[in-house]
């Protein structure tokens, strides 16, 4: 029996990138898969047709997770549903490189709001509805750790996820519900400049890049039983560009 089988996974921004690897490990696994998006139904009915060649369950769901009110209705809807949350993946990101004093309030509050606001909320409506022994993965960024000009907002917005993970792990610990931040590194995805693809592979002791299948199968690993002891972490998944 996969490890998965029976359970429902939410991955926000599961269209393509990191989201669509891990989506697609998640229904390898056996879970029935709810691949978020905001505004590409195309590449998300194309992530779900994927998934149930291979025989897997998977349903695309649109929502816009810079909104309170859509992030909450997502895992409302996947809850009345399918009768029942498991997995929850915050995983919808939009990168800026800009420095600060270039960088306008309009900008800097669609980061929060898609970074911090939407996913604090999407947490706190999936923490009524999770089973226990359930998981809530944040993804972040390796950046928040290492000294990185020119993308403050970004940095700021994605740091407020990680310690939303630590306060929330302690919060959801006596249902066994483990709340762990997986960092990814430099991964080869549609955000990956040229310049960015360089300094990745020049920092990385593996001379390398990651791809979203390494990062996937890290968050497969920590929604699996065998990670029942890991909480409030958050786990750096560069190939060592931050040790």
Request: glycine share 10%; aromatic share 6%.
């Amino acid at each position: 029996m996969a490890l998965l089988t029976g359970k429902v996974a939410i991955v926000t921004g599961a269209s393509s990138g990191i989201g669509r690897a891990i989506a697609e490990r998640f229904a390898e696994d056996g879970a029935l898969v709810v691949v978020n998006h905001s505004k590409s139904p195309e590449k998300a009915q194309q992530v779900v047709i994927g998934i149930q060649a291979k025989g897997g369950k998977a349903l695309a769901f649109p929502a816009d997770m810079s909104r309170v009110s859509e992030a909450r209705r997502l895992v409302r809807e996947t809850v009345a549903q399918f009768g029942r949350l498991d997995i929850l993946v915050n995983n919808a990101g939009k990168f800026m490189p800009k420095p600060m004093a270039e960088t306008t309030e309009e900008e800097f509050d669609l980061l929060m709001a898609l970074h911090a606001k939407g996913p604090y909320f999407a947490m706190q409506e999936a923490a009524q509805a999770l089973k226990d022994g359930g998981r809530i993965i944040n993804i972040s960024t390796c950046a928040t750790r290492m000294s990185f000009p020119g993308a403050t907002a970004y940095l700021g917005s994605k740091a407020a996820l990680e310690q939303y993970t630590k306060g929330l792990a302690h919060e959801l610990a006596p249902r066994g519900i483990t709340v762990n931040t997986v960092s990814p590194g430099f991964t080869e995805t549609g955000m990956m400049t040229e310049s960015y693809r360089q300094m990745g592979v020049e920092l990385s002791p593996l001379k390398r890049l990651g791809l979203p299948q390494d990062i996937a199968d890290v968050v497969a690993f920590l929604v699996s039983e065998q990670a029942r002891w890991l909480t409030g972490q958050t786990i750096q998944v560069g190939g060592g560009v931050v040790m």
